[in-house]
């Protein structure tokens, strides 16, 4: 089993920044790829950025130039740094972690994100 908790996620107004930090616990041996989704309130999950153990990353074209991914191996813990952030990233993010056996993703509680003037 993998524990995933998320935080950092708040109220900031339009073009701020934010970091969203997740540590990672439990069997971490058994997964590889770390990221980030946000699902906003009528709309479905959606992948945000991704990151694997070597430190390969994907980005969602919406957040492609604005946010950045990075992992540290040591601590076991993703961060999500979002800058400029708009209102329409308003959206409760999730922490997903990928099991390299068979894809399974182990997921977070979710930390709320808040962009309003």
């Known amino acids: 089993q993998v524990q995933l908790v998320e935080s950092g996620g708040g109220l900031v107004q339009p073009g701020t920044s934010l970091r969203l930090s997740c540590a990672a616990s439990g069997s971490i041996g058994i997964i590889n790829v770390l990221g980030w989704y946000r699902q906003a309130p009528g709309k479905e999950r959606e992948l945000v950025a991704t990151?694997?153990?070597?430190?390969?990353?994907n980005y969602a074209d919406s957040v492609q130039g604005r946010f950045t991914i990075s992992r540290d191996n040591a601590k076991n813990t993703v961060y999500l740094q979002m800058n400029n952030l708009r209102p329409e990233d308003t959206a409760v993010y999730y922490c997903?972690?990928?099991?390299?056996?068979?894809?399974?993703?182990?997921w977070g509680q979710g930390t709320q994100v808040t962009v309003s003037s």
């Open positions: 990151i694997t153990r070597g430190g390969s990353s």
């Open positions: 997903s972690a990928k099991r390299i056996a068979d894809g399974y993703r182990y």
